[in-house]
């Protein structure tokens, strides 16, 4: 928070103006698409376009007056359907990235140091992640150009470089310790590639034929079958039968049958003491796993699933960073770590003490928490956030 952020300002004028014009660009394809012009931002209005224009089928409703929902799960599924959904996807996505980062951000740097200075919160999420707030830099999207562009604003001054160290599959591994699954631990322990290895049990195939998509596939079953995506959901999201999606989730629990296991046991030690917790012993309390709603006990038994995994990852980078501060001001560095987001660490560092940086970080965040499985950090580096990640 006190170190802050340094940003290249006329390349964040630039974005703004160029997303602006996208933007523009996207609204006449919208207009043209829905043979009107409409406020796209007004639910009530793309609604009715949608549905009474259009004559899209329609999804679930809203509790509100204005009827059928155009929320992005509904959008993305009438994407399906007509491509003016998806250009109201692209216009809402670029619009929240401009007015968020590319149009506040310049507003938010501090006079006296030149530099954006995020607020920590340790007390926000339920299970204990770091969030960002004023600005957020936990959102900027990392797979999109968009947000790409916006990541290559956030630069070391002149001398110096970022470096991103960021926590390879965490929660899996986190997994594996916990629940000693035998598939996950042998993976782990080989070096192997977690999602390579799924997509080589699911499809039936050696790891070397597995496309990118098929790997991509692989690691939302990965992430869904762990967190209690059902069938129809996951279905949705591989874009494959609800049969398909039905078979992945039953070899894949017969193949992890460890985790499982040790996810049923949470709800149970949840049921029984009130609490589930971290591999630090950090608790979370779940009274509501024993009310008498079935949608709050569901939400319920789902907190107790995610939180001994996902709290404790939680834990785990907030040791390294610990850990990392300490070895850098011990061994008198001049590496500044000033941002984290999610699993990843991000320092700003004079060039000259880049390789030591590498070393000490690695060593630090490998070894914060000793687990069953090996702990793995990807590392880079760059002139800008970007460049690192």
């Known amino acids: 928070e006190l170190a802050g952020v340094k940003l290249d300002l006329p390349l964040l004028a630039k974005l703004s103006e160029g997303f602006g014009e996208q933007l523009t660009e996207l609204e006449r394809d919208i207009f043209r698409l829905s043979g009107m012009e409409f406020n796209i931002n007004s639910p009530k209005q793309l609604g009715e376009v949608l549905f009474e224009k259009l004559k899209l089928p329609a999804g679930k409703k809203t509790k509100t007056k204005s009827g059928l929902s155009t929320n992005v799960d509904e959008l993305e599924r009438l994407?399906?359907?007509?491509?003016?959904?998806?250009?109201?996807?692209?216009?809402?996505?670029?619009?929240?990235?401009k007015s968020t980062y590319t149009d506040a951000l310049p507003k938010l740097v501090e006079s006296s140091t030149g530099r954006v200075h995020t607020s920590y919160n340790q007390a926000v999420t339920n299970t204990g992640r770091l969030s960002s707030s004023e600005p957020n830099l936990q959102n900027i999207p990392v797979r999109t150009d968009e947000g790409r562009k916006i990541r290559r604003a956030f630069i070391a001054p002149e001398g110096s470089l970022l470096l991103s160290a960021d926590y390879s599959q965490i929660e899996l591994r986190v997994l594996a310790h916990l629940s000693e699954d035998r598939v996950f631990c042998d993976a782990f322990a080989r070096d192997e590639d977690i999602h390579t290895r799924t997509a080589s049990e699911v499809f039936g195939l050696f790891p070397e034929m597995v496309t990118p998509e098929m790997r991509r596939q692989a690691k939302t079953i990965n992430f869904g079958v762990i967190y209690g995506q059902g069938a129809?959901?996951?279905?949705?999201?591989?874009?494959?039968?609800?049969?398909?999606?039905?078979?992945?989730?039953?070899n894949y629990k017969e193949r992890h049958s460890g985790a499982m296991a040790f996810l049923d046991a949470c709800v149970r030690i949840a049921e029984e003491k009130g609490y589930v917790t971290t591999i630090l012993g950090r608790r979370l309390p779940i009274p509501e796993i024993a009310s008498a709603n079935g949608n709050v006990r569901a939400f319920a038994q789902r907190n107790a699933i995610n939180?001994?995994?996902?709290?404790?990852?939680?834990?785990?980078?907030?040791?390294?960073?610990?850990?990392?501060?300490?070895?850098?001001?011990?061994?008198?560095?001049?590496?500044?770590?000033?941002?984290?987001?999610?699993?990843?660490?991000?320092?700003?560092?004079?060039?000259?003490?880049?390789?030591?940086?590498?070393?000490?970080?690695?060593?630090?965040?490998?070894?914060?928490v000793p687990l069953r499985v090996p702990l793995k950090v990807d590392i880079n580096h760059g002139r800008n956030w970007s460049e690192a990640h």
Not at 80 to 86: F, K, N, S, T, Y
Not at 232 to 250: D, H, K, Y
Not at 338 to 363: G, N, S, T, W, Y
């Open 232 to 250: 129809f959901s996951l279905a949705r999201q591989l874009g494959v039968a609800r049969r398909v999606a039905e078979e992945f989730i039953t």
């Open 307 to 368: 939180y001994p995994i996902q709290g404790s990852a939680a834990d785990i980078i907030k040791k390294a960073m610990v850990n990392v501060f300490e070895r850098i001001r011990r061994e008198g560095l001049k590496t500044r770590l000033i941002m984290q987001v999610h699993d990843e660490l991000v320092f700003e560092a004079p060039e000259e003490e880049k390789v030591v940086l590498e070393q000490l970080v690695r060593h630090e965040m490998e070894h914060a």
């Open 79 to 97: 994407a399906e359907e007509h491509e003016v959904a998806r250009l109201i996807l692209n216009y809402r996505s670029l619009s929240k990235l």
